[in-house]
């Protein structure tokens, strides 16, 4: 009896030995899957985070590009502003002097020019 004892005794031990080892096992396959995905977790993070910096930078750069290309557009309006002012200056400048010119070489013509404009002005005026 001690005999079958010391073997159910010895098959239990057995048993959990197997058991113990098996847990042992599963715990440290546990531990390198949680692992793993740890470092895949973190490996996605840090690919995440530079394409985020990527894409950050290629914004800024766009950015630029379009505030350089706007103020190149204002400065470019502006000159043509400028050149058409001149040209309108120019030109408004000549019309005065032949004017002027016009009136030196014929004043009566030009002071009855002028008292009729003024008459009907005044007549258009008067209407309204």
Do not use: C
């Not at 057995?14 to 096992?25: E, F, G, S, V």
């Not at 977790?41 to 950015?63: C, E, I, N, P, W």
């Not at 505030?67 to 058409?84: I, L, N, P, Y």
């Amino acid at each position: 009896m001690a005999d079958m004892k010391n073997q159910v005794k010895t098959g239990i031990d057995n048993a959990a030995d197997r058991a113990k080892t098996a847990t042992d096992k599963a715990g440290d396959t546990a531990g390198n899957v949680v692992d793993r995905v740890k470092d895949g977790a973190s490996h996605l993070m840090d690919r995440a985070g530079d394409f985020a910096g990527q894409a950050r930078d290629k914004v800024s750069d766009y950015a630029g590009q379009a505030r350089d290309k706007v103020s190149d557009w204002a400065g470019d309006a502006g000159d043509m502003a400028r050149q058409a002012y001149d040209a309108t200056a120019d030109r408004m400048g000549d019309f005065g002097k032949e004017v002027t010119t016009l009136i030196r070489n014929h004043p009566l013509p030009a002071v009855l020019i002028g008292f009729g404009v003024g008459l009907l002005l005044g007549r258009s005026a008067k209407i309204i």
